[in-house]
């Protein structure tokens, strides 16, 4: 197996040619035509998880965020990136992400969230020809804002959410993983009255009558992408060795206390 061939597959479920323009989806380090053995499949690109992938003697990492997404000026080490990218490059490990490019299919991110809230009637919530950010759909049956707290923190496993004061009734949930502060007033476009997200400021917390936000972390909002991307990979060739990473579960670099 080589790289090429894992990336193809990566690529057909989500084309690098719909990521957004400050994004660095794709191939950072290695070859296409390196060899890969295994492919490790984590959230970030952290140090830890090169470290997990050479352990397990795997020569590929596949991630939601890229390890690189800005320039970098120095490679020194003692830093999370810097240590990760020294780390890949001396282990020959291929680092691959795919962050927008997962964000804009109805497969990917926000449609994930969707499902997990079981809504009905799921669509993109801005379709640019079958690609776009967000999510949007309706409830098995409506809801006040009060319930619909305790059925997201309940839906997604969380102990504790951020929103705006709770609706009368919400019955059209719009949705977008990761920062999605920028996508509040396409989620009104749609008629939502809930639009939920990640990394919400505060002064976005202040809605007008019948629109309510919530913010669920974003880790939280984005994980599943992880058991996706994995599932793409292992259904494409059924006899790789694809695995998630043993420490999803504790890589969320954000403590709730």
Not at 118 to 146: N, S
Not at 196 to 207: A, C, E, L, R, V
Request: glycine share 10%; proline share 4%.
């Amino acid at each position: 197996m080589k790289v090429r061939d894992i990336t193809a597959v990566l690529e057909a479920f989500a084309p690098l040619s719909i990521q957004e323009n400050w994004d660095n989806s794709g191939l950072c380090i290695g070859s296409p035509e390196d060899d890969v053995h295994g492919v490790l499949v984590g959230f970030d690109c952290t140090p830890e998880l090169i470290d997990e992938a050479v352990e397990k003697g795997f020569d590929m990492v596949v991630t939601h965020h890229p390890l690189i997404f800005r320039g970098l000026k120095r490679i020194q080490g003692g830093d999370p990136v810097s240590d990760a990218v020294i780390k890949a490059v001396r282990s020959g490990v291929a680092v691959y992400a795919a962050h927008t490019t997962a964000d804009k299919v109805i497969a990917g991110v926000s449609g994930a969230m969707a499902r997990r809230l079981g809504l009905r009637d799921i669509v993109l919530m801005e379709d640019e020809g079958g690609f776009g950010l967000g999510a949007v759909g309706t409830l098995p049956q409506p809801m006040t804002g009060e319930e619909a707290i305790a059925y997201v923190k309940e839906r997604f496993g969380l102990k504790a959410l951020r929103c705006s004061r709770p609706v009368a009734r919400i019955e059209k949930v719009a949705m977008c993983g990761g920062s999605g502060a920028s996508e509040i007033d396409a989620a009104r476009a749609t008629g939502a009255q809930l639009y939920i997200s990640g990394d919400i400021s505060y002064h976005h917390f202040f809605t007008p009558e019948g629109f309510m936000v919530m913010d669920i972390g974003h880790f939280e909002s984005e994980v599943e992408i992880v058991g996706i991307l994995s599932k793409v990979i292992s259904e494409k060739f059924p006899t790789f060795a694809v695995r998630i990473s043993d420490n999803l579960g504790r890589s969320n670099p954000v403590r709730y206390v």
